[in-house]
C-alpha cells in the first residue's frame, strides 16, 4: 500500500518536528501518493514501525485472536455435537475435533448419547459417598400407592433406565427432560397396574407389567418427542400396604400350601397312572395269549380228530385197538401211578375196590370183605401209593 507522505509532513509541521524522513531514510521530500512504495526488505524498519503502534492496538489484535480460537472444540466420543447459529439449529456434529463460529454468532452444547441415565419412582435411593447403598432406600408412598384393576391398594417401587436418542429434541422440545420422564413413568404404570389384578402384581406376573409399562412409556415419550429411549423399566418392589400386610402374608401362605397340595398329588397320579396302565396291560396280554393258547388248543384237537376219524372209516378194530393201547400207554407212564398185578384166579376172588382214600399215607386201612389179605395180593417189596391200577392177568 501507499503512504501518504503529504499528510504526514504536514502533521509534523504542525506539531513543530520539521521534515519527515521517508522509509529510506534519506531526508526528502514525501513520494506523491501512487508513485512509490516502501521498501519492506528492510526488517528491522517495519518492527520498528511495528513498535511504534499503541498499546490498545495491540489488545484488540490479541482479543481478535483469541475470539477466533474459542471456535476451536472436542466432541468426546460419548457426545454428539449440536451446533446454534444466532439462537437456531445448524446441524449435529460427530465425536472428534471441530470448529464453530464463536460466540455470539454459534453456539454449541454435547449431550453425553450413550450415558445410561436413571430415574426412581415411589422411592430414593440413599448415596454413601459417590454410590448408592444397597437395600438403604426411602420410600415415597405418595409415588407408590397405586390402585390395582380389582380395586385393591399396592404398593409399587420401580425405576427406569433411558438414554438419549435424539439429541435436537431432548435439548429443545422440553426444559426438564428427566421430570418428563419421571412423570410419564408413574402415569404409564399406574394404567397399567389399574389393568392388572393384585395377585398378579404380587406373584408371577411382574415380568408382564414391566415389558407392558417399558411400550406404554416410550409412546408416551414419543407423543411428546423428546428424544428419549427408554431401556428398561424395573419393580424394586411391590408389596400391599403395611396395614393389611399381615393379611396379604396369610392369603400368601395358604395359596403357597395350595400350590404344594396340587404339586403332590400331581405326583402321586404321575406315579400311580403307569403303574396301573402297565398292570392293565400286562392283564390284556395274558388274556391275549391264553385266548390264542386255547384256540391253537381247539384247533389242533379238532384236527387230530379229523385224522383219527380218517383212519378209523378205513380201519375201524385196527383203529379202535390202536387208541385203547395208546391210552392205556399214556395212563400207566404217569409218574408216580403204582401198579398191582394179579393173576387171574386172585383177581377173580378179589373185589375190584381199591383203598384210594388215606392208603399212601399209611393209616392202616383194612381191604374190603372177601379181599385177600396184602401178602396174598401184591410183593413184598411193593408199597401203596395215592393212585394204583389193577391189571389182571392171564393163566
Known amino acids: 500500500m501507499n503512504w501518504d507522505w503529504d499528510k504526514l509532513q504536514e502533521k509534523r509541521q504542525r506539531q513543530g518536528r520539521g521534515p519527515v524522513n521517508n522509509p529510506r531514510g534519506r531526508n526528502e521530500e514525501p513520494t506523491p501518493p501512487g508513485e512509490g512504495r516502501p521498501d519492506f526488505g528492510n526488517v528491522s524498519g517495519m518492527f520498528k514501525r511495528m513498535s511504534g503502534m ?21 466432541v468426546n466420543p460419548d457426545e454428539q455435537g449440536v451446533i446454534l447459529r444466532f439462537g437456531k439449529y445448524n446441524r449435529t456434529v460427530e465425536p472428534g475435533p471441530h470448529y464453530a463460529l464463536p460466540y455470539p454468532i454459534e453456539s454449541r452444547f454435547t449431550p453425553k448419547v450413550t450415558q445410561v441415565q436413571r430415574v426412581e419412582v415411589g422411592f430414593r435411593s440413599m448415596m454413601q459417598g459417590s454410590t448408592f447403598q444397597q437395600g438403604a432406600n426411602r420410600a415415597v408412598p405418595e409415588e407408590a400407592s397405586m390402585l390395582t384393576g380389582d380395586e385393591n391398594i399396592v404398593n409399587v417401587q ?14 429443545f422440545n422440553v426444559s426438564n427432560p428427566g421430570a418428563v420422564v419421571k412423570s410419564a413413568a408413574e402415569a404409564a404404570m399406574r394404567e397399567v397396574i389399574g389393568n392388572s389384578l393384585i395377585d398378579s402384581a404380587l406373584t408371577d406376573g411382574k415380568l408382564q407389567i414391566q415389558t407392558e409399562a417399558t411400550q406404554l412409556l416410550q409412546e408416551i ?40 397340595i396340587i404339586n403332590e398329588a400331581e405326583a402321586y397320579r404321575n406315579e400311580l397312572l ?20 386255547r384256540i391253537r ?9 379229523l385224522a383219527l376219524l380218517a383212519e378209523y372209516e378205513q380201519a ?10 395208546e391210552a392205556m400207554e399214556e395212563i400207566l407212564s404217569r409218574p408216580g401211578m403204582e401198579k398191582l398185578v394179579l393173576p387171574s384166579e386172585a383177581a377173580g376172588r378179589t373185589l375190584p375196590l381199591l383203598p384210594l382214600l388215606g392208603a399212601g399215607k399209611g393209616d392202616g386201612a383194612s381191604p374190603a370183605p372177601g379181599a385177600g389179605s396184602p401178602a396174598d395180593t401184591k410183593t413184598p417189596d411193593e408199597k401203596p401209593a395215592n393212585g394204583k391200577t389193577l391189571l389182571r392177568g392171564g393163566k
Open 54 to 74: 499503541k498499546g490498545s492496538g495491540w489488545l484488540l489484535l490479541v482479543a481478535v485472536g483469541v475470539w477466533l480460537l474459542s471456535g476451536i472444540y472436542i
Open 158 to 171: 420401580f425405576s427406569v433406565q433411558y438414554r438419549i436418542k435424539d439429541p435436537v429434541e431432548y435439548l
Open 221 to 260: 415419550l414419543d407423543r411428546y418427542k423428546i428424544g428419549v429411549q427408554v431401556l428398561a423399566v424395573q419393580l424394586q418392589n411391590v408389596h400391599p400396604p403395611q396395614e393389611v400386610s399381615d393379611a396379604f402374608k396369610d392369603v400368601a401362605s395358604a395359596r403357597e400350601d395350595k400350590s404344594r
Open 274 to 293: 403307569p403303574k396301573a396302565r402297565g398292570a392293565a396291560a400286562a392283564v390284556e396280554n395274558e388274556a391275549e395269549a391264553y385266548k390264542e393258547t
Open 297 to 305: 388248543g381247539a384247533e389242533g384237537e379238532s384236527a387230530r380228530f
Open 316 to 325: 375201524r378194530d385196527i383203529t379202535k385197538k390202536r387208541m385203547y393201547l
